[in-house]
């Protein structure tokens, strides 16, 4: 019989990894901030908690999903009745796309309550995650790891183990997001120089995507930025400035110039003070188009 | 029975093009401006002439590989008499990765001798030359691109075609090229942040390989940038930054600011200043190590 | 009768301030965590406290001199015996360049034990200080700032007032500090190019310092750059990185792109990684030297 | 008495120029491709010639004002009826702002006629020109530079001279209109940060003005953009990305990488592509307003 699994954050990635688990047979209590996420959980058969210590099982395995550093402080943070409850033998597999340094400190806050703490941030938009097709970076104690493997089988493709170290899978995630918005960076400067020379940005994307961009994520991400194609956002500009500072704040922390992370930062900047909060990441590549005096 | 055709310019591309050619069954007349470059040529059948006009056949097909703009101009140019011997009827392709604006009046020139200017810049590194794995880029006079296609099948294992506009073919070529570079320079933060963070290199190049960076040519790049392999060089530091520059040419030209080529540039040019014009243009990855600190 | 005048923070600004304050009359009780630094000011007539406390009178006036946001906050902080003897009609006036945010903060904090907080961050390196030839950048409650007002000419040569919001003085500091490190960058590479094409740096900074940089501190910068002379540090590299790093954060929270500041950000970053955190932060220009290959 | 002088170029930097030898006595013979700009020296006393060799006095002083490269090769060039007539004994004072190596070319070039080639590119603005306030930056044959220091007195408050080399005075010029590009990207950001933090632009220009950008050509730029007042335009936009481009090409040429200069291309290049063609330089300054989501 499956162990059950206390779920925290039902946003758009959070919800779709419930789901999986509900249905590959694992009974599930959940709980989110705005309640109403829930709904379809819980006819699927989900068990829907008032408050986050109540998803805990005593030496159970507790998945959280949530938006950035500050939501996963306050929802599991330290010291809380969730931790406590969780106690010795708990798992907190915590999927969220964290700082290093705050994997760090809560794998050493959990340990006082004999909680494992396991990173475990997960490459892939919404529709991965639906599809169970997301990748699952991971790092943390090797018993813990070994337990939770059947149930993190439901929710990708596959599973890269980082050692040991709470934030080693956090730094990989990190290295991950930069490298997606270096390309769409690269392509929104490449799409405008073909434009304004008269060429199809879609026919450029079809070269890009048969050759050296051909693999299905990064031939998503051409097709998407070669047709101006911004919403609906499946991970918003705000989340993508918040993981692009989280690589400069770890790369200052150990001394990394990383020149092209700041241009992303000043991109990624420049669509919010422009407005664009609710475009998909990917409108970063606006600017370049902007830049060039062309439509946007 | 195969045309004849005539191929000037025997580099590591070149030569391996030629090869095929002759492979292929097309009795080739070759010349190089360095004769000794032509042995092996010589030795499976082809014929060496000891000026570029002898290559050329009335009416027939001229095929170049060349470093750069000035050797194109210098080799073939716009009133030779490789041009006038060609003549009416004939082809030029010209596989160089030139200037569009080049190109442009390259495709001029060629026009008041009668012959056809065919840009074919290619891409894919002297390996996949070899191995027939050429991806190539084509725009030009239609009927001119019809009689070379069985040609070009022999040479590739594609051919993309950008229309009529003499200078298009090679703006797309740019545009991968940039992309490459733009990979490279990411690659070469991520790497730096994963070492200085305690994460063995080649272990994100691993992840990425499998995930966004599944594409063949990606992971190649990638698990060479991750293990520091800058030599024996593939396609040279110098040769990089020609390429850039003819990226930042055009963009000014037709008023795209790109700021990523623009720090592609200098990173390639640190490069250059240092020393290191003998690594391949993955080099350029070094300026990210170095400036962390780290080994190169 | 000049006011007693509590004094936190004896490094080389600091102590050259309260020298000032001590020649100009004022009754002086000084503390510095490490007390060595406090031996000639007591020579001259100061009262060295064992705590921080113990500086303060009721109602009086503080000063601190700090060397960033965590030191002010540990040493006067919110919550802290100073402030509270300090207490109803007290002053602090806090001349360390630190964040608008935290001197918002501070201000509030401040403001619960009657105290008023002056945010003071003064213009200007040692040599500065001890001729009393600092700028003042002055903001807060206009009844403490008049009160102040004949103990801050005493300090430098001229204070400017920027209204009654505690940050704006701090804002307008850090806009100073990044033109400054602006000018050190434009300086690093228009040397640099003036090196690598046979020109003497000095001319060229004799140039400059006649025209465009014709003011006595943008002279004295251009001609230390010229001549490579990175030390005895006037203000080492790692403060001048808290500083742009300060504007960076204060221009990302208010969704200001800063370009150049990114670029200053990774130099000084590039300088650390390289072990030169000893250097004065003209320092940062010798990227620019480097990076051409030249000596520096 | 004074020497009889031709001068080609009446732009307004050219007009200004000749007005001013006018009035110093010296008979003048002006050419300039549009000859309505003549009519006030002509007014003045001057004599308009219908084409460039007509300025030209064998042995004599002929003084260019052009707008870049591409004119003063057209309108004086290497082989030329106006460089045989100067002839030996000849001397052609270049105050067009050029490229290094077009200098060197020109030098080669004139000297096969016995013309001597003065690099004299000149600092300052229109209204500059117009009070005689320019600074000149001289390198070229002694005897040349000794023969025209009178005149050039007349033009400017001041002669720095760069030795014998044809190119170096061009090479102080690029650096020095880099270092104002520079001065104006700071300021931008400067301002835009302020503006985004609730401070007016033009109080914190008044600081910089009385600290370090106490020099007048720095107050009057820092004053400038703080009112967002680019046009009318004393320097147009494509005239700065000319002499940003010829820094960025003799950067090139040298191996000196300046990502700063790279900045104000693309800066420049932008505000171009937006139709900004007719603004004042400072008009570089328009982009981190509009990136900040500030009105221009």
């Avoid at 270096?182 to 400067?189: D, K, N, Q, R, V």
């Avoid at 940005?201 to 051409?222: E, F």
């Amino acid at each position: 019989m499956k162990p059950h699994v206390g779920f925290i954050g039902l946003g758009s990635m959070g919800e779709a990894m419930a789901a999986n688990l509900l249905k590959a047979g694992y009974p599930l209590r959940v709980f989110n901030r705005t309640p109403e996420k829930a709904v379809q959980l819980v006819a699927a058969g989900a068990f829907q908690a008032t408050q986050p210590a109540d998803v805990a099982e005593p030496g159970g395995i507790l998945i959280s999903s949530l938006a950035n550093d500050q939501a996963v402080e306050e929802a599991i943070g330290n010291d809380t009745k969730l931790l406590e409850r969780l106690g010795k033998g708990g798992i907190h597999v915590s999927t969220s796309t964290i700082a290093p340094a705050t994997a760090r400190e809560l794998a050493e806050g959990h340990g006082r309550h004999g909680v494992a703490y396991l990173a475990c941030p997960v490459l892939g938009r919404p529709d991965a995650a639906a599809a169970a097709k997301l990748w699952l970076f991971l790092s943390g104690p090797p018993e813990a790891k070994e337990r939770v493997q059947p149930l993190l089988q439901t929710l990708g493709q596959g599973v890269f183990d980082f050692g040991t170290d709470p934030e080693s899978a956090n730094v990989v995630k990190l290295a991950c997001n930069f490298l997606i918005a270096s390309l769409i960076e690269a392509l929104g400067e490449a799409f405008a120089l073909a434009e304004k020379n008269g060429i199809e940005r879609t026919k450029v994307a079809d070269v890009l995507g048969q050759t050296i961009l051909a693999s299905p994520a990064a031939r998503n991400y051409s097709k998407q930025i070669a047709e101006k194609r911004y919403t609906p956002a499946m991970f918003k500009l705000p989340l993508g400035l918040k993981d692009i500072d989280l690589v400069l704040q770890t790369a200052t922390a150990s001394h990394v110039p990383m020149p092209l992370a700041s241009l992303l930062h000043n991109r990624l900047l420049a669509e919010l003070a422009k407005g664009h909060q609710d475009l998909d990441w990917t409108g970063l590549a606006r600017g370049a188009s902007e830049d060039a005096g062309l439509p946007t």
